[in-house]
C-alpha cells in the first residue's frame, strides 16, 4: 500500500514562501498528485493538482520531481489566513487504486 | 448551488446505536465519496461509488454500509456503533475519476460514548 510522509507542522511568517514536502511511495504511475487545504470545522478545499514537473495556479506552485516519489506545495508570499492544514492526495499503484491522504501539515503563520 | 451537503452536523450515540449519515451533490457529479478524519490520522476513505447504482471500499469500511440512492445521494449507514468510530465524517464529490478535484461537505460530527 502506498504511503505518504508529510511534516507534522511549520511556523512561517507573514510575506515569505513556504514550502511543503509530501513523500509518497508505490503511487499509480499514471495517476495525479493533488494538495488540500482545510481550515478547522471546515471541509478540505482543493489547492492544486499536477502529474509531473511544475504546475503553477494563482494560489500555488507544485513541484514534482522525475521519480515522482515526492511532491513540494509552494504558497508565494503567505499570509494569515493561510494558516490551515495542507494535505497531499496519492492513488495507491496497487490494482485496488485507493486513495491516500497524507497525514497533513499545520501551517501556522505569524505576523 | 449548495454544493456537497451533510446531514447532521453533529450527533451522539451510544455504544450499539445505528444512524444513517446523508449526503448529498447539486453538481451533477458521478463519483462520491464517504472518508472519516480521527487527529494524527488524516482522512482515510470509507467507501465510495464511482456511479450511481456501484459502491467500492476504501481503506477503513469495517463496521460500515453505504448506499448509493441515486446519483445525488449516497449515504453512511453504522449498524451498531462503537467508540471507535468517534470521528468526524466528511462526504466528497467528484465529477468523474477521484484523482479529480473532490469536493467536501462540511462534515459530520459523530461521538459514541
Known amino acids: 500500500l502506498a504511503k505518504t510522509t508529510q511534516p507534522i507542522s511549520m511556523d512561517s511568517y507573514e510575506g515569505q514562501e513556504v514550502n511543503i514536502t509530501c513523500s509518497h511511495n508505490?503511487?499509480?504511475?499514471?495517476?495525479?498528485i493533488t494538495w488540500y487545504q482545510q481550515f478547522p470545522s471546515q471541509g478540505p478545499r482543493f489547492i492544486i493538482q499536477g502529474y509531473k514537473t511544475k504546475v503553477t495556479n494563482e494560489v500555488a506552485s507544485l513541484f514534482i520531481p522525475a521519480d515522482r516519489k515526492s511532491s513540494t506545495l509552494s504558497l508565494p508570499r503567505v499570509s494569515l489566513s493561510d494558516t490551515a492544514v495542507y494535505y497531499c492526495?496519492?492513488?495507491?499503484?496497487?490494482?485496488?487504486?485507493?486513495?491516500?491522504f497524507g497525514q497533513g501539515t499545520t501551517l501556522q503563520v505569524k505576523p | 448551488n449548495a454544493g456537497v451537503t451533510q446531514t447532521p452536523k453533529f450527533q451522539v450515540l451510544k455504544t450499539g446505536q445505528s444512524m444513517t449519515l446523508q449526503c448529498a451533490q447539486d453538481m451533477n457529479h458521478n463519483s462520491m465519496y464517504w472518508y472519516r478524519q480521527d487527529p494524527g490520522m488524516g482522512l482515510r476513505l470509507i467507501y465510495y461509488?464511482?456511479?450511481?447504482?456501484?459502491?467500492d471500499k476504501g481503506e477503513v469500511p469495517n463496521g460500515y454500509n453505504v448506499s448509493r440512492l441515486n446519483k445525488r445521494e449516497f449515504s453512511l449507514r453504522l449498524e451498531s456503533a462503537a467508540p471507535s468510530q468517534t470521528s468526524v465524517y466528511f462526504c466528497?464529490?467528484?465529477?468523474?475519476?477521484?484523482?479529480?478535484?473532490?469536493?467536501f461537505g462540511p462534515g459530520t460530527r459523530l461521538l459514541v460514548l
Open positions: 466528497a464529490s467528484s465529477e468523474e475519476a477521484p484523482q479529480e478535484t473532490q469536493y
Open positions: 461509488s464511482a456511479s450511481e447504482g456501484t459502491t
Open positions: 508505490n503511487i499509480a504511475t499514471n495517476d495525479y
Open positions: 492526495l496519492v492513488v495507491d499503484s496497487s490494482n485496488t487504486g485507493k486513495l491516500i
